[in-house]
């Protein structure tokens, strides 16, 4: 017995876009806001209730689920993951009203292969690379490691 495969066409469906966005593809965007000057790398996925500020930049194979703010002037690096169902039944949850909320501030920076869960992370955080945010973050500072720890202040 053969089964159709069903099919859909990724790229860029219905993005609000400032002025100067470069979008380097192949990458599946839809339904987010890019401010001016954001940069995307290929092989990224941006859902729908994003929102990415301007003059930040989005490097190659990342994932921003829904309901994820990032500011102004960040850096999201290599392989970055969001995710905002929790599982909190201990399993996937299609619910959108369930999952959880990301805000990222202005000039923070996200190294590759973090996880970042819903969570707000301060404005001038840095966050080392694969590092899993699984608490909110309201002091500036370097933050490492599983779960992501304070290393040091930054003033």
């Known amino acids: 017995m053969s089964a159709k495969i069903r099919t859909r066409q990724s790229g860029i469906h219905q993005v609000q876009v400032g002025q100067n966005v470069m979008v380097i593809e192949p990458c599946n965007l839809y339904g987010c806001q890019l401010g001016d000057d954001v940069f995307v790398g290929p092989f990224v996925e941006i859902q729908k209730n994003v929102s990415v500020g301007a003059r930040s ?4 194979h990342s994932f921003i689920c829904e309901y994820v ?6 850096f999201i690096g290599h392989g970055v993951m969001f995710a905002n169902d929790l ?3 201990g399993a996937p949850n299609a ?3 369930s999952w959880g909320r990301t805000r990222i501030g202005n000039r923070v920076s996200i190294g590759s292969g973090a996880t970042v ?5 301060c404005d001038g955080a840095v966050i080392g690379a694969g590092a899993v945010v699984s608490k909110n973050i309201s002091r500036k500072g ?4 599983n779960p992501a720890r304070l290393l040091r202040t930054l003033d």
């Open 142 to 145: 370097i933050y490492a490691g």
């Open 117 to 121: 869960l819903a969570v707000e992370i």
């Open 57 to 60: 930049k989005v490097q190659s």
């Open 69 to 74: 703010t990032i500011g102004e002037d960040c």
């Open 87 to 89: 599982f909190k039944q």
């Open 95 to 97: 619910d959108p009203a």
